[in-house]
């Protein structure tokens, strides 16, 4: 057992949620495992959940016998063992912004039990229709990009929208200026819209309007989105600029907490902003 209090940090989860995956493809059950390893069953089942912190000597034994020798993906898992304390930024070079974006994000949408965002410039990615997403996702994109590579990213947008079919809450303030911003032209905006009208109908999906008129509030910083995963994980926060990305972890995800309740609390009710929603999308018509 570790010496002290291990926190489980989000390099530990997605370092464990790698290590099962790789497991299971390979039809290995964890008594199995431990036998050929010689450790204890359970201790294995707690690398996996990141209970515990794995030894980097443990990892290399495990993809050993998992026969998992692509050396650039062994050297990422490698490296996340060393540093599963940390709780610092990430800016591994997965590629180029827009694609990396599918990495860690999508995997964080799915276990989380909510997905409560702020939103200063665009919708949330979840609550986009195609047309306005390949919109987004083209400007975005540097020059010169095969046209089958953007219409993956679309793609992969458009299906991490099935957690919005799941049990997970997903709420967002938007910045009434969102709505009002013609993505794509009126008609895709129109379209967007009235969509989102449908949407707000369900009960999993919260969206609130900050009004123009409101000068200052709890979102000057800028957009961010913050999952809340089930206990006993930490909150994690999300944001990315020109800059890069960045995941912040406990307990400095409380700030965001906090940002976001402030935010609810100075946006429109949701009847309030539902009614404001689709009087701009009759606009936009």
């Not at 912190?53 to 060393?82: Q, S």
């Not at 895709?188 to 609130?208: C, P």
């Not at 123009?212 to 509030?217: D, G, N, R, T, Y």
């Given at each position: 057992m570790p010496h002290k209090p291990f926190v489980r940090t989000l390099r530990a989860q997605w370092l464990g949620q790698q290590l099962r995956a790789l497991r299971e493809a390979r039809g290995m059950t964890l008594k199995l495992v431990s036998?050929?390893?010689?450790?204890?069953?359970?201790?294995?089942?707690?690398?996996?959940?990141?209970?515990?912190?794995?030894?980097?000597?443990?990892?290399?034994?495990?993809?050993?016998?998992?026969?998992?020798?692509?050396?650039?993906?062994?050297?990422?898992?490698?490296?996340?063992?060393?540093?599963?304390?940390r709780t610092d930024r990430w800016d591994e070079d997965y590629g180029d912004v827009v694609d990396s974006s599918f990495i860690q994000y999508p995997w964080l949408e799915d276990r989380a039990e909510s997905i409560c965002s702020y939103n200063a410039l665009l919708l949330p990615g979840l609550l986009q229709t195609r047309t306005y997403a390949e919109a987004v996702i083209r400007n975005a994109a540097e020059p010169g990009v095969p046209e089958p590579t953007i219409e993956r990213w679309v793609e992969l947008r458009i299906e991490r929208q099935r957690v919005l079919d799941g049990p997970t809450r997903v709420a967002a303030v938007l910045d009434e200026?969102?709505?009002?911003?013609?993505?794509?032209?009126?008609?895709?905006?129109?379209?967007?819209?009235?969509?989102?009208?449908?949407?707000?109908?369900?009960?999993?999906?919260?969206?609130?309007?900050?009004?123009?008129?409101?000068?200052?509030?709890?979102?000057?910083?800028?957009?961010?989105?913050?999952?809340?995963?089930?206990?006993?994980?930490?909150?994690?926060?999300?944001?990315?600029?020109?800059?890069?990305?960045?995941?912040?972890?406990?307990?400095?995800?409380?700030?965001f907490v906090d940002a976001y309740d402030r935010l609810v609390k100075a946006a429109l009710g949701e009847a309030e902003s539902a009614e404001l929603i689709a009087t701009i999308a009759e606009d936009m018509s």
């Open positions: 036998e050929h390893l010689q450790r204890d069953m359970s201790a294995l089942g707690r690398y996996e959940r990141a209970d515990w912190p794995i030894r980097k000597g443990d990892v290399t034994a495990l993809l050993d016998l998992y026969g998992f020798h692509n050396a650039a993906e062994r050297a990422r898992l490698l490296t996340l063992a060393e540093e599963v304390w200026a969102v709505l009002r911003r013609p993505v794509g032209g009126r008609a895709t905006m129109a379209d967007q819209l009235h969509q989102l009208t449908q949407l707000i109908r369900r009960r999993n999906i919260d969206v609130r309007v900050l009004p123009a008129e409101l000068s200052l509030h709890a979102g000057m910083d800028g957009t961010f989105t913050l999952f809340t995963l089930p206990s006993p994980y930490p909150e994690v926060a999300y944001l990315e600029n020109l800059g890069g990305r960045l995941y912040v972890e406990a307990p400095k995800s409380k700030r």
